[in-house]
């Protein structure tokens, strides 16, 4: 097998911008599932709401579907809120979060997706930034811009998480409660506001995410699906509730695929990331940065 | 106790004279699964669009053998799995009396062993080859892809590329993990025996790929003359992008990309299609050979814009109706739901349909292929409405259908 440096060279910005896609995606559950220990199995369905909204809001208007994404993560917030505040007070104050939490979750998936048919119908739907055909070429290099604009926000959010986590007041309480609620409680702290607000911030990822994948690729109401695996195995690759984690696991598994496409063929790439997988937490059971 | 047992009886005979005339009045019922979610769900509903026009002329007409028609129809999400369930509701459940397909040779081909196990007579919808494993002779597909499915399906692609002058020498071939693609690229790959083509590249890629160009440069870094691709829609949009963007350098690309014969992808892709040599069954640059076609067209689009599917209809739309016109003809020629004989009447006689006559060969395939090989030429802009006007599809073959030659190399053409 050959390994001409113009390829060898290509793939790695091919993986890494394919990592900071799947960062972004996977982002939100690090925060849910990682640290909030909510199986959020709903989360692909939020992403391609974000997808829709964007796709929506950027064909009336004519507005770039990222900054549509970022103006309206607000209403991704809220929405997570008012998510949390019901999943809460139906299962998890009632100790019933394990399987029926988890049937609450699949429950906001299809509902979300029969909601995007009736709506949009199920014709595939994408939206072109002014970038989206345009590529930088930088000798033998080549920067297609419609994913490198995706991955640039996505570093900055991602990073922006992660100082926010580990840098405020609100955040290390989230870290504290991601450690240990139950301590947490008991020195007075309202953790369901902790809590609340930390799933809400995962919801405003996925809608920013969303708008990341309808420039990258055509959407339907249903594709969401097809990333539930991913996402939780960036997750759990980079270390349970770890951001940076998340990150490193994102481009693990982005140059991955990269490479394996490249050189021993595509159809190997789900074998190889997930081999990767098994093989780190062989090793290291609790993720590449998890504790 | 005789007189009971004699009013009883004179009872049962009274009510079964008074059921006769209510059971003649049921409707027909003609079941099917489809894709009305999932990947294929644009297509899938176009077709169902389709049907529905279908049942509501022939209704308006009197229906069949004197019974109204009516479609029973499951959502199949897309999902092979799904299938055969819904095939036994059909048939066990809901007492169908006449069963057709689904959109797509990944929902067909489990459809199969259930049709042969109640010996019904099949109507398939775009399947590609399905009955070269199964070799059922009440199989009937009304894709144009002729006697030897796989073969015909790639057939354009490769005449257009060996008519080239120098011949090409080199193939890559390319395609998801599906049932739909493994088959087109079984037969391309009996074309490249055909052909004495070198096949340099040869591999498939998992359906949820979302960044294609690590695959676009593996096949540039063969250096191939030609480059087939069978894709479903999203991966086509994928190739495309991606072939765009890294500045694929091939004299032909393209061949068995699903999804470019949409309105869809033809406004979202817009001018990334030139140059793409692919497959149609409708352009309108031969319009004059289709000249019953725009009568359904009319019907269909208006459809359409309210459902808010394919606008244009111009691939599975028409065939989706010819494929129950063909029933409806049987039908009414048999006088009867006998599903032996509508086989055999099916197998014998030619169709008179929106999408020309129609003749089926010993597999159930159409006797005679007219699949279209075109390349795409000279869009501007994402506007649907120029895919309306004849001037951007070119068509490459058949010859009876010709309307231009290919332009080549690949880089060039698609400028």
């Known amino acids: 097998m050959e390994f001409p440096t113009a390829l060898v060279l290509n793939a790695i910005i091919a993986g890494l911008l394919l990592g900071g896609f799947y960062a972004a995606m996977s982002v939100g559950i690090s925060i849910s599932f990682g640290m909030l220990d909510v199986v959020n199995i709903a989360h692909p369905g939020f992403i391609i709401l974000g997808s829709y909204i964007a796709y929506i809001v950027s064909d009336r208007l004519g507005i770039d579907p990222i900054a549509v994404s970022l103006a309206l993560s607000p209403l991704f917030f809220l929405l997570g809120m008012a998510i949390y505040r019901i999943y809460y007070l139906c299962f998890e104050k009632r100790g019933q979060e394990s399987l029926r939490g988890l049937a609450f979750f699949f429950g906001i998936l299809f509902i979300t997706e029969v909601a995007l048919v009736l709506v949009f119908g199920v014709d595939y739907r994408s939206v072109r930034g002014a970038y989206s055909e345009t590529t930088w070429r930088l000798g033998p290099m080549d920067f297609p811009m419609r994913l490198v604009v995706p991955f640039l926000v996505s570093i900055a959010m991602v990073v922006g998480i992660e100082l926010f986590l580990a840098r405020t007041f609100f955040g290390r309480a989230v870290l504290a409660v991601a450690q240990d609620s139950l301590a947490l409680r008991l020195m007075g702290v309202d953790t369901l506001r902790v809590k609340e607000f930390a799933f809400a911030l995962s919801i405003a990822t996925a809608g920013v995410a969303g708008a990341f994948l309808i420039v990258i690729q055509p959407v339907q109401p249903a594709i969401g699906r097809e990333y539930i695996g991913l996402v939780f195995a960036v997750c759990v690759l980079g270390g349970m509730g770890s951001i940076r984690g998340t990150l490193v696991g994102a481009f693990v598994l982005g140059l991955a695929e990269s490479f394996t496409s490249t050189f021993a063929g595509p159809s190997w790439a789900p074998a190889v990331s997930f081999g990767l997988l098994l093989a780190a937490l062989a090793f290291k059971p609790s993720g590449l940065f998890g504790r | ?415």
């Open chain 2, 1 to 415: 106790m005789k007189r009971l047992v004699a009013s009883f009886s004179g009872a049962l005979v009274a009510l079964s004279l008074l059921a006769a005339p209510v059971l003649a009045q049921q409707p027909l019922k003609i079941g099917f699964g489809m894709s009305l979610t999932g990947p294929l769900a644009g297509n899938g509903k176009a077709a169902l669009i389709s049907m529905q026009i279908w049942a509501e002329d022939v209704n308006a007409k009197g229906g069949i053998l004197g019974r109204k028609v009516e479609l029973v129809y499951y959502d199949d999400q897309t999902n092979p799995s799904t299938v055969p369930s819904i095939y036994s509701k059909l048939l066990d459940v809901d007492k169908v009396d006449l069963v057709v397909s689904g959109y797509g040779t990944n929902v067909i081909a489990p459809a199969m062993p259930i049709m042969m196990q109640r010996s019904m007579t099949f109507m398939g919808l775009f399947g590609l080859n399905v009955n070269s494993k199964f070799d059922y002779d009440r199989y009937f597909q009304i894709m144009p892809s002729g006697p030897e499915p796989a073969i015909g399906w790639t057939q354009g692609f490769f005449d257009t590329a060996m008519g080239l002058n120098p011949k090409p020498a080199t193939v890559a071939l390319v395609g998801a993990d599906a049932e739909y693609p493994a088959l087109a690229l079984q037969g391309a790959r009996e074309q490249v025996k055909r052909t004495g083509l070198k096949v340099v590249y040869d591999k498939t890629y998992p359906p949820n790929t979302v960044d294609f160009s690590p695959i676009v440069r593996a096949i540039q870094a063969t250096n191939p003359d030609l480059v087939y691709v069978a894709s479903y829609p999203p991966d086509s949009a994928g190739m495309i992008r991606a072939a765009n963007e890294i500045g694929l350098k091939t004299r032909m690309f393209g061949g068995g990309m699903v999804g470019p014969q949409f309105a869809a992808l033809k406004a979202q892709l817009g001018p990334l299609l030139n140059g793409l040599v692919n497959y149609e069954t409708f352009a309108p640059d031969v319009a004059d050979k289709f000249p019953s076609l725009e009568q359904f067209l009319a019907k269909y689009q208006a459809r359409a814009a309210k459902e808010g599917v394919d606008a244009l209809g111009f691939y599975l739309p028409p065939f989706a109706y010819a494929m129950m016109e063909v029933l409806e003809q049987a039908i009414k020629a048999v006088g009867s739901l006998d599903q032996a004989k509508l086989a055999d009447y099916m197998h014998k006689n030619e169709f008179n349909t929106y999408v020309g006559k129609v003749r089926f060969g010993k597999n159930g395939e159409w006797a005679q292929g007219r699949m279209l090989a075109v390349q795409y030429k000279g869009i501007t802009g994402n506007d649907l409405e120029q895919w309306r006007k004849p001037g951007h599809v070119t068509v490459l073959t058949p010859a009876p259908y010709k309307t231009g030659n290919v332009a080549t190399p690949y880089q060039d053409s698609r400028k």
